[in-house]
């Protein structure tokens, strides 16, 4: 599909960003939407739609709130939209298997795409390394004191640019569609052991604090977070610190061919480039 025009949703985020680059090297032809790209493509204004899908061939779907009713039908209207201007081919960025108590609304998101006509590919991402350096983990890692309800619950945590070649892969080559890819890093590890990677490639003295829920949610609405805000990231790190993300997938090999990054190699270049260093 190298020949048509992709639309990459999210374009400015973590793995939308990584997927426009990967595309343009390959030298396809790349539509980046965001709010303030041009076409401007807005998920909750329908009218940024049609411009954003003419003579697109294929989308990369990043969706905020996927969990939700209104969400599915969001997606599903914009699926029917993108089939009729001419899409024949759709990645949605959606979340690891049995994600918390929304994920039966995520599945019925992800099913939408197929009930459009569309070939579908859905990715199924663990937590990002990316989020320790570009993200809401990132402050907290220059502060020296990393706090967080994860306990001692173990997670494989997985590269972006992974994620962002898996997506490329089932853009432009065939043999990805109807394929549900669960995205994992290489290794289990706990938050603890995230950060005393990252200590060691930064040379710098930085710790995990393990909370319980009710003491990271009083610091979270002290820091002024909505209260919305608070249970989500609380139910979040619960599914880590209860086990349920303590296995390894095979999305990345499966996809690519070859294993995924480890998290160590991250974090020695991310240091080498001096994303952490005050």
Do not use: C
């Given at each position: 599909m190298n020949d048509e025009t992709i639309l990459v949703t999210g374009a400015t985020g973590k793995t939308g960003r990584r997927v426009v680059r990967l595309l343009e090297e390959r030298g396809t032809t790349v539509r980046a939407?965001?709010?303030?790209?041009?076409?401007?493509?807005?998920?909750?204004?329908?009218?940024?739609?049609?411009p954003a899908l003419l003579?697109?061939?294929?989308?990369?779907?990043?969706?905020?709130?996927?969990?939700?009713?209104?969400?599915?039908?969001?997606?599903?209207?914009?699926?029917?939209?993108?089939?009729?201007?001419g899409a024949r081919r759709a990645v949605l960025l959606s979340m690891p298997a049995?994600?918390?108590?929304?994920?039966?609304?995520?599945?019925?998101?992800?099913?939408?795409?197929?009930?459009?006509?569309?070939?579908?590919?859905?990715?199924?991402?663990?937590?990002?390394?990316q989020n320790f350096s570009e993200d809401f983990l990132y402050d907290p890692v220059l502060s020296g004191e990393v706090r967080l309800p994860a306990g001692d619950g173990k997670?494989?945590?997985?590269?972006?640019?992974?994620?962002?070649?898996?997506?490329?892969?089932?853009?432009?080559?065939?043999?990805h569609a109807g394929r549900d890819y669960e995205l994992s890093g290489p290794r289990l590890m706990t938050f603890g052991d995230a950060v005393e990677e990252i200590a060691r490639a930064a040379d710098?003295?930085?710790?995990?604090?393990?909370?319980?829920?009710?003491?990271?949610?009083?610091?979270?609405?002290?820091q002024g977070v909505p209260e919305e805000w608070v249970r989500l990231s609380v139910g979040l790190y619960e599914h880590v610190r209860s086990g349920g993300l303590d296995s390894l997938d095979d999305g990345v090999q499966r996809a690519l061919g070859r294993p995924p990054?480890?998290?160590?190699?991250?974090?020695?270049?991310?240091?080498?480039?001096?994303?952490?260093n005050t």
């Amino acid at each position: 599909m190298n020949d048509e025009t992709i639309l990459v949703t999210g374009a400015t985020g973590k793995t939308g960003r990584r997927v426009v680059r990967l595309l343009e090297e390959r030298g396809t032809t790349v539509r980046a939407a965001s709010r303030s790209g041009t076409p401007s493509f807005d998920w909750t204004d329908r009218n940024t739609w049609e411009p954003a899908l003419l003579g697109v061939g294929a989308v990369y779907l990043v969706v905020p709130d996927l969990g939700s009713p209104q969400t599915t039908e969001t997606v599903a209207a914009f699926a029917r939209q993108a089939a009729a201007a001419g899409a024949r081919r759709a990645v949605l960025l959606s979340m690891p298997a049995g994600g918390g108590p929304d994920y039966e609304q995520v599945l019925a998101a992800e099913r939408t795409l197929e009930h459009a006509g569309l070939e579908r590919t859905v990715l199924r991402p663990r937590w990002f390394f990316q989020n320790f350096s570009e993200d809401f983990l990132y402050d907290p890692v220059l502060s020296g004191e990393v706090r967080l309800p994860a306990g001692d619950g173990k997670e494989a945590f997985v590269d972006a640019e992974d994620i962002a070649e898996v997506a490329v892969a089932a853009l432009i080559e065939d043999g990805h569609a109807g394929r549900d890819y669960e995205l994992s890093g290489p290794r289990l590890m706990t938050f603890g052991d995230a950060v005393e990677e990252i200590a060691r490639a930064a040379d710098r003295d930085i710790r995990y604090v393990a909370l319980s829920p009710e003491a990271y949610g009083a610091e979270q609405r002290a820091q002024g977070v909505p209260e919305e805000w608070v249970r989500l990231s609380v139910g979040l790190y619960e599914h880590v610190r209860s086990g349920g993300l303590d296995s390894l997938d095979d999305g990345v090999q499966r996809a690519l061919g070859r294993p995924p990054r480890d998290f160590s190699e991250y974090a020695d270049t991310a240091a080498r480039e001096g994303v952490w260093n005050t």
